[in-house]
């Protein structure tokens, strides 16, 4: 079993930045691709971006795109997303998850990202 903590989740202002990290503990992530996604007060959980176990590409949603940066450290068994110039749009609380792509078996609890204007 794989147990997914998420943590630096705030308060900021548009325009500020943060930096998320997900830890995992119980058992490797070899060959896991981890995601991030995120789910708005009233909306639907959606994608946020993707890194595979490899880490040689990344993806992300077009709402992210040149804003947000996902990575991950391996030997950490951690991931990192970057969040830049922050909208108020991009409130919502935000999960990490980790699986074989493209199911995501193990999710954590989440983290509130506020962005106010």
């Known amino acids: 079993q794989v147990q997914m903590v998420e943590s630096g989740g705030g308060l900021v202002q548009a325009g500020g930045s943060l930096r998320l990290s997900c830890s995992a503990s119980?058992?490797?992530?070899?060959?896991?691709?981890m995601g991030w996604f995120r789910q708005a007060p009233g909306k639907e959980r959606v994608f946020v971006a993707r890194?595979?176990?490899?880490?040689?590409?990344?993806f992300y949603a077009d709402s992210v795109k040149g804003r947000f940066t996902i990575s991950r450290d391996k030997a950490k068994n951690t991931v990192y997303l970057q969040m830049n110039s922050l909208k108020p749009e991009d409130t919502a609380v935000y999960y990490c998850?980790?699986?074989?792509?493209?199911?995501?078996?193990?999710w954590g609890q989440g983290t509130q990202v506020t962005v106010s204007s």
């Open positions: 119980g058992r490797t992530l070899s060959g896991y691709s």
């Open positions: 890194i595979p176990w490899s880490g040689s590409m990344t």
């Open positions: 998850a980790g699986g074989f792509w493209p199911s995501y078996e193990y």
